[in-house]
Structure formats: structure tokens, C-alpha cells
Antibody, heavy 114, light 112 residues
Framework: EVQLLESGGGLVPGGSLRLSCAASGFTFSNSAMTWVRQAPGKGLEWVSTISSSGAATYYADSVKGRFIISRDNSKNTLYLHMNSLRAEDTALYYC?????????WGQGTLVTVS | QSALTQPASVSGSPGQSITISCTGTSSDVGGYKSVSWYQHHPGKAPKLMIYEVIKRPSGVSDRFSGSKSGNTASLTISGLQAEDEADYYCCSYAAGNTHNYVFGTGTKVTVL
């Protein structure tokens, strides 16, 4: 069974934060991975995708230059390094398996930028 | 990239059919077969209901069906049930400088 467990969220006054997504139940190194977020009272927003090897990364314009997606295939873990955080980055952040048509999702980790 | 346009709300009685539209442009919905639909209960993980416009993942009820015409994709729920009450989002690949996806504005489905 595919399991994705996000962590690292919290209340931050701006600055930086690193989210993690621990994966199990599938061959992590064979799968692209994606971050999607939902701000309070708002819809879903695609944030970033990374290829299975980590060689290719893609970002939404809203986070480009501030967020960095990475992965450690030896640890089956996906990361989102969030810098220069803004109030509008406040959201529930989900990790999802694959680069599109996301069948498997985590439960999310909440980031609040005060 | 602007969000795809969905109606804010759609409602129906149990047993009825409803359709949710998702309107984009030729640079997203109209240009690619990569349109998907997600059911989302707040606080829970989104659930993939339709992918590649018309395909259903294993385990998703055949009461859910997808289609596309031009720049508008649609999700139809037939035989509406109380458990279908949720938020629904479409999502499409979008042309641009790089790999890019855009979600719809979301539709609240209410079962009367």
C-alpha cells in the first residue's frame, strides 16, 4: 500500500521552512513526485514536481525562485525547501506520487506564515 | 497561468445526474488530453476520480464520467448519492516554459 507522510509544517514568522514527505509501499526512485497546496478557503494549487532521479524540477510561477524541491532516493523522502516565505504561502501542503494524475496523496502538513 | 473556470456550486437530488464544467483555453484544457478530476473533502486527501479526460482509476464508481469539447472539460455524476457531496476540482496540463499544471477554481457539490 502506497503511503505518503508529510511533516515539517508549523507557524513561522517568515523566513524559511523545510517540508518532508516520507514515502513507502512503492519503488520511490522510479516515481516522479509533486507538491500541491491549498490555502485556507481557497482551491488546490500545483506547486512543484521533481523527476524520479531528481535531475528535473518544475515550479509554479508563484514559488519560482523561492522554493526548491529535492529528494533523497536512499531515504525514500521528498523535500520542499521554502524560502522568503510570505503570508500567501499559508496553506496545507500535500505531497503526491507521480508527475500528473495524482492517485496517491498524503494527508498534508499545515504551514502558517504570520 | 490562470485557474480554470468552474461553477462555484452545483446541486442535485439523490438519483439525479449533475455535470460540472471546467473551462480553460487552447493552451491547457483544449490543447492536451491531460485533464483530471479530484474529489476533495476538506481536511482529507484529494481523491482522483478521472484522468486523461475520460479514464477512471480502479475502484472509482462508474457513476463518474469525464468528457471534453474544445476548451471545456466536464465531469458528470449520475445517480447522485449523499456521499458524493464534496468539492470537485479539475486539473489540466498547461503549456508554458516548463512542465506546468493548473487546477480549476473548484465546485461545491450539494446533494439536496
Amino acid at each position: 500500500e502506497v503511503q505518503l507522510l508529510e511533516s515539517g509544517g508549523g507557524l513561522v514568522p517568515g523566513g524559511s521552512l523545510r517540508l518532508s514527505c516520507a514515502a513507502s509501499g512503492f519503488t520511490f526512485s522510479n516515481s516522479a513526485m509533486t507538491w500541491v497546496r491549498q490555502a485556507p478557503g481557497k482551491g488546490l494549487e500545483w506547486v512543484s514536481t521533481i523527476s524520479s532521479s531528481g535531475a528535473a524540477t518544475y515550479y509554479a510561477d508563484s514559488v519560482k525562485g523561492r522554493f526548491i524541491i529535492s529528494r533523497d532516493n536512499s531515504k525514500n523522502t521528498l523535500y520542499l525547501h521554502m524560502n522568503s516565505l510570505r503570508a500567501e504561502d499559508t496553506a496545507l501542503y500535500y505531497c503526491a506520487k507521480d508527475s500528473s494524475s495524482w492517485l496517491n496523496w498524503g494527508q498534508g502538513t499545515l504551514v502558517t506564515v504570520s | 497561468q490562470s485557474a480554470l473556470t468552474q461553477p462555484a456550486s452545483v446541486s442535485g437530488s439523490p438519483g439525479q445526474s449533475i455535470t460540472i464544467s471546467c473551462t480553460g483555453t487552447s493552451s491547457d484544457v483544449g490543447g492536451y488530453k491531460s485533464v483530471s478530476w479530484y474529489q476533495h473533502h476538506p481536511g482529507k486527501a484529494p481523491k482522483l476520480m478521472i484522468y486523461e479526460v475520460i479514464k477512471r482509476p480502479s475502484g472509482v464508481s462508474d457513476r463518474f464520467s469525464g468528457s471534453k469539447s474544445g476548451n471545456t472539460a466536464s465531469l458528470t455524476i449520475s445517480g447522485l448519492q449523499a456521499e458524493d457531496e464534496a468539492d470537485y476540482y479539475c486539473c489540466s496540463y498547461a503549456a508554458g516554459n516548463t512542465h506546468n499544471y493548473v487546477f480549476g477554481t473548484g465546485t461545491k457539490v450539494t446533494v439536496l
